[in-house]
């Protein structure tokens, strides 16, 4: 029953990475981002805001922190993943956020001080190639560029990555939840000017479902969901679901999105998945230390 709550929020991401694709034309990037925030903050007030205005005088001192993780878990991550949607397929997208672990682990080395082990090399290698197999359509030799989806992908996914790592870092006295939705406010005020300038910002009924989508299920009950994981199965192994995104990501695409699953698609994409499993649990140190040499 424990891994049903990962499982869930994982599906739930993965249904996410096919609305982004769904918004294309129907909504700008920068309007369903913002309605996504605003709306879960207005679910999550009469909930939270009584819990946070007693709790103030724990809160303000992480302020900063509770910034920049909004910054770069709810405005950053999520705008740049809309707007990657314009020009790249589903299955791309899924793959891309497929190396997030690697990536967080990557980070871990420097931000966190966490000793680089073999898998780590090896998975950063062969992720790195099946990445340049992706991007190139499977002729890496012949097709070098890198497109604008691929650098927004690659960017969000970045973003994300520096998220999981400053949320280590930064323990604060303050709940789960009270963190989420003061890094909500902040993400919502941080998409506020790309919103105003949008030139419509009309819902209708073409739209309205992504929003909901996006708002409830995809930034409540999916955090919702994984938290409780964490609870009971731990954050290891709760993690461990992520790399069950590409794949319900690409079965979802296929289904509903009619999408087309290419050999570079499972080349690529087995590659960076494999390379992030190494990386996860190759535990070997890369550097051995000296043993000491008696007298």
């Known amino acids: 029953m424990a891994y049903l709550y990962p499982f869930i ?20 990037p920068a309007v369903i981002s913002f309605y996504r925030w605003l709306l879960a903050l207005i679910l999550l007030t009469p909930f939270l805001l009584k819990g946070i205005t007693k709790n103030l005088q724990q809160i303000y001192p992480h ?13 950053s991550y999520q705008c740049l993943a809309y707007y990657a949607a314009a020009t790249i397929s589903v299955l791309t997208m ?11 682990i990557i980070l871990s080395l420097f931000i966190l001080k966490v000793i680089p082990t ?12 099946g990445l340049i197999w992706l991007i190139s359509g499977g002729h890496p030799l012949l097709k070098l560029g890198i497109g604008k989806g691929e650098i927004m992908m690659l960017l969000a996914a970045l973003s994300y990555a520096l998220y999981g790592v400053l949320t280590k870092k930064w323990t604060m006295p303050i709940t789960n939840w009270q963190s989420v ?22 819902i209708n009924s073409d739209n309205v479902w992504l929003v909901l989508y996006a708002g409830i299920p995809a930034s409540i009950i999916a955090p919702f969901v994984w938290i409780m994981g964490i609870k009971k199965l731990g ?11 590409p794949f319900i990501t690409a079965i979802i695409s296929i289904i509903f999105l009619h999408e087309t699953l290419y050999s570079y698609h499972i080349i690529g994409g087995g590659m ?14 890369l550097f051995k230390k000296a043993s000491n040499e008696s007298d």
């Open 118 to 129: 073999q898998g780590v090399l090896i998975g950063s290698i062969l992720s790195f190639m």
């Open 235 to 245: 954050a290891n192994k709760t993690a461990l679901f992520l790399n069950l995104t």
């Open 63 to 75: 302020v900063f922190k509770l910034m920049v993780l909004g910054l770069l878990g709810m405005a």
């Open 272 to 285: 960076s998945i494999i390379g992030v499993i190494l990386a996860q649990n190759l535990k070997s140190p």
């Open 94 to 104: 899924g793959i891309i956020m497929s190396i997030i672990p690697l990536l967080t």
């Open 9 to 28: 929020a994982v599906f739930i991401w993965a249904g996410n990475a096919a609305i982004n694709k769904l918004s294309v034309g129907v909504i700008d």
């Open 181 to 202: 939705y003061v890094q909500i406010i902040f993400g919502t005020l941080a998409l506020l000017p790309g919103f105003l300038l949008s030139d419509n910002i009309t």
